[in-house]
């Protein structure tokens, strides 16, 4: 008998998959619980970044200030729905909550909560398609890949969007196999919910909805057919329904971020293409290799596989590259069940060969998975040096407006001695009727500012020339502290301190 006759998986039979001998149950609930607590390890371990990142002060931030929208009636001058990729009421206000009791790490476990739910959604696809063995090991393959261990430690929209969309798939292949898709109107409830936690989800609606003709039976394909298309509407007037009662604020951040976005931060083809290999190739590959293995299921496969690549290819097709590190692990859900195909193959027929093949496998998913997390959940600058000394000179500057680079972290961890009024950006301004650097530079010129902070190294267009420009013009501002920035124990850049010359300069201590 030839090799390839033996790694036949054990779902590429028949379209109704048997449920797995009683005896089998309690150990498959201990492999996944044991995935599971590698999850949290994986997502807790490698972060040893304690400063919120850009994105997380942003969220997190205007969590609390919806909390009090709510609850105190407090006005929201910010408008986030202009600019936010998610609708700012929903995972903001979560992340929020977790942060009043946990800090940092407890709006970060909001996000972890999710990523584990969504391990349990891609179990539950693999092992409903595939059997037990390959929603177990499918499982695994997620829970080690390096974007799906970045989101499940970082506190914005990405994780609680990948869960619905997961428990989405997972409840249309399971209600399809038992009960012609009658959950239908639920599975349309979790799709809304992924819309409404993150826009970019909505396009994960025509891909479970193939999924659910694909993987059901020719006898009952018209009812399913009919089921499908209900949901699919109910999804969409359900969205629809909520934008024009409720969201109509939400239209310049949907437009903007979503339907019409100008990429944020430009690159070619090719470039995004190999980052998407270099961080989920081999699970793509794998993928590949689960859905030849499933010939006689090949709708379903293919519905998989477009799950998979959807996002990245609409990345690459916009060329933009801002957060394709968070992106390509939502297509990760789909891909992971055919993961699980491939090494549930070898593991058919146990020998010698086949269990240290698979188990290296996983370990070098794992190798490459831990590599590509560290560096992302360490891929910013922390800012522990530089919020003891900007605190004390807006202490010196009570109520004073604070022009920040990138200030969204700092606003964040200052919230409790700062009003929201207060902070300015380095993205773009308007002052006494002027826009862009000309504004910048007369409300200097005014000494407007109580304090100013830069990076020398700075992101943003108006962050250098406002370097630049205080650096080599005669302004009222004079330089008071300079802080260094490290990056992997390497300097990485300063950020410079500035405040009006009449200003008495507090003592900031022995640097």
Known sequence: ?????????????????????????????????????????????????????????????????????????????????????????????????????????????????????????????????????????????????????????????????????????????????????????????????????????????????????????????????????FMVASAGGTAWFLYVLWGQSLREGIVSTTLARAPMNPAGASDLARQVAVLVGPWLLLAVVGAVLTRRTWWTSAALLLGAVLMPLQQIHMGEATSLSKHVAFGMVFACPLVGVALAALLRRLRLVTVPLVVGTLVLLGASGLHHSDRLLNGWVPDEALIPTLSALIEASPGKTILGDQPSPERYLLREETEPLQWVDTYSFGYDGRVGMDAYERAIEQTAFGVIYLAVESNTQYGQELHAYLSSTDTPYKQVAVVDRELYGAPAGQWVLYMPEVTPTPDLGTP
Request: hydrophobic share 55%.
């Open 1 to 229: 008998m030839s090799a390839l006759t033996l790694v036949r998986p054990e779902a590429a039979l028949p379209q109704q998959v048997p449920e797995a001998p009683s005896r089998t149950v309690p150990w498959a609930r201990l492999a996944l619980l044991l995935t599971v607590l590698g999850q949290v390890a994986l997502a807790v371990l490698p972060q040893r970044n304690g400063s919120p990142f850009e994105d997380e002060g942003l969220y997190v931030y205007m969590g609390h200030r919806m909390i009090d929208h709510l609850l105190h009636g407090a006005s929201l001058t910010e408008y986030p729905g202009a600019y936010f990729s998610g609708a700012p009421g929903f995972y903001p206000v979560l992340a929020a909550l977790g942060d009043s009791v946990g800090g940092l790490q407890g709006a970060r476990a909001v996000s972890l909560l999710f990523a584990v739910g969504a391990t349990v959604c891609v179990n539950g696809l693999g092992r409903q398609l595939y059997g037990v063995r390959a929603g177990l090991l499918g499982a695994a393959a997620f829970v080690l890949c390096g974007p799906v261990v970045f989101q499940s430690g970082l506190a914005t929209f990405d994780s609680t969007t990948m869960f619905f969309v997961a428990a989405a798939a997972w409840l249309t292949v399971h209600s399809v196999r038992h009960d012609a898709f009658l959950w239908a109107p639920a599975v349309a409830v979790l799709l809304v919910c992924a819309f409404t936690a993150k826009y970019g989800g909505i396009v994960f609606l025509p891909v479970v909805g193939l999924l659910a003709l694909a993987v059901s039976d020719r006898r009952r394909v018209l009812v399913v057919s009919r089921r499908a298309v």
